[in-house]
C-alpha cells in the first residue's frame, strides 16, 4: 500500500473517466469560487491512498463541494447544489494518515 499522486492534469486522463468528470462538473454547477479552491489542492500535488488500501476511492470535502477519486484518479464531484455523499468505506484525505516511507 503506497500513496499515489493525484493527477492533475485532466488531459492525462483516460478518456472516459475525463468525459465523466467535465460532465460533473459542468451539470454539478462548479463555481468559479470553487473552482478557485479546488485549483489551489490540486496545485498543491496531493496524495491519496492507492486502490489496495481504499478500494473504496477516497474524498476530499471542502467548504461547498466535495471531489471523489479512486487511486490516481478524480472521478466526480458533489456540489452544494448537487448534493451526495461519499460511497461508504471511502477514505477522507482530511483524516488519511499515509505511510510517509513509501513517498
Known amino acids: 500500500m503506497s500513496p499515489v499522486k493525484v493527477r492533475t492534469d485532466i488531459r492525462n486522463y483516460p478518456p472516459a473517466v475525463r468525459e465523466h468528470l467535465?460532465?460533473?462538473?459542468?451539470?454539478?454547477?462548479l463555481?468559479?469560487?470553487?473552482?478557485?479552491?479546488?485549483?489551489?489542492?490540486?496545485?498543491s500535488e496531493p496524495y491519496a491512498?492507492?486502490?489496495?488500501?481504499?478500494?473504496?476511492?477516497?474524498?476530499?470535502?471542502?467548504?461547498s463541494f466535495t471531489v471523489l477519486g479512486e487511486g490516481e484518479l478524480i472521478k466526480s464531484l458533489y456540489t452544494i447544489y448537487a448534493?451526495?455523499?461519499?460511497?461508504?468505506?471511502?477514505?477522507?484525505?482530511?483524516?488519511?494518515?499515509p505511510n510517509q516511507r513509501a513517498r
Open 83 to 97: 448534493p451526495g455523499k461519499p460511497r461508504r468505506g471511502s477514505i477522507n484525505l482530511d483524516q488519511w494518515q
Open 22 to 29: 467535465v460532465k460533473r462538473i459542468d451539470e454539478r454547477t
Open 49 to 63: 491512498p492507492d486502490l489496495e488500501e481504499a478500494p473504496a476511492g477516497w474524498h476530499k470535502a471542502f467548504s
Open 31 to 43: 463555481l468559479k469560487p470553487m473552482a478557485e479552491e479546488f485549483a489551489v489542492w490540486l496545485r
